[in-house]
């Protein structure tokens, strides 16, 4: 579990604050002077209690939950959440949930910048990219198109054995998936983690029983 995961140095002094408290996911995003925006965090409920889920939530640049920033789909496992600006608005921004161990498919949410006096707000949430029984694992990453505008985000469905990975193409058009592809080795069930290279040509895919492959992305 971390706890004041966010780490500002001031005149050469290292303060750590924010409201992160979570075993999972976190994420955030700055504008271009590297001024925090806003990040996201599964609030932590420990899975052994039942009655309850790990969900996710949103918080302004104050620490504070954003208006509608509450409720969002998400797991408190390791690499469930992905920020991206919009490809047309630059007060938009996209954030992408893995419920991993929940059923239905990754879901987004949109941040609207301008509002709430620009501290921000969530203006939708929790939209379905895949139907029930397919269930995002920790394989969701996010890679910059080759045309330097759009994006892709790709997931796989960790509940079936299966060599399938699913492309989703983020464009001015909105957000759709463009193709399936079949590739590498059939896997039992199990979680799945995708890491792209720092030059975004390759991706390292590992599993929880111990495989490790490497493929060229064509961007």
Known sequence: MENSARIDFLNGAIV?????????????????????????????????????????????????????????????????LIMLPHIDNNHLFLLFQAPVTGNGGPYYSIIDMNADSARGAVIQKNVQLQGQNFYTNDGLAAIK???????????????????????????????????????????????????????????ACCTNNGLISVFDIDR
Not at 54 to 74: E, H, P, Q, R
Not at 168 to 182: C, F, K, N, R, V
Request: aromatic letters at 14%.
């Open 16 to 80: 750590k604050k924010s409201s992160v408290v979570s075993r999972g996911s976190c994420v955030s995003i700055s504008d271009s002077l590297n001024n925090l925006l806003f990040y996201a965090h599964t609030l932590y409920v420990p899975y052994w209690n039942l009655g309850k889920q790990d969900l996710t939530a949103v918080f302004n640049s104050k620490d504070s939950i954003m208006v509608n920033g509450i409720d969002l789909i998400g797991r408190g496992w390791y690499k469930e």
């Open 145 to 203: 198109h080759g045309n330097g505008r759009d994006w892709w985000v790709l997931v796989r469905d960790w509940k079936i054995k299966n060599i399938k990975f699913y492309f989703y193409l983020i464009s001015p058009e909105g957000i759709a998936l463009s193709h399936t592809q079949d590739i590498g080795a059939s896997l039992r069930p199990g979680f799945y983690r995708i890491e792209p290279s720092m030059d975004r040509n390759k991706i």
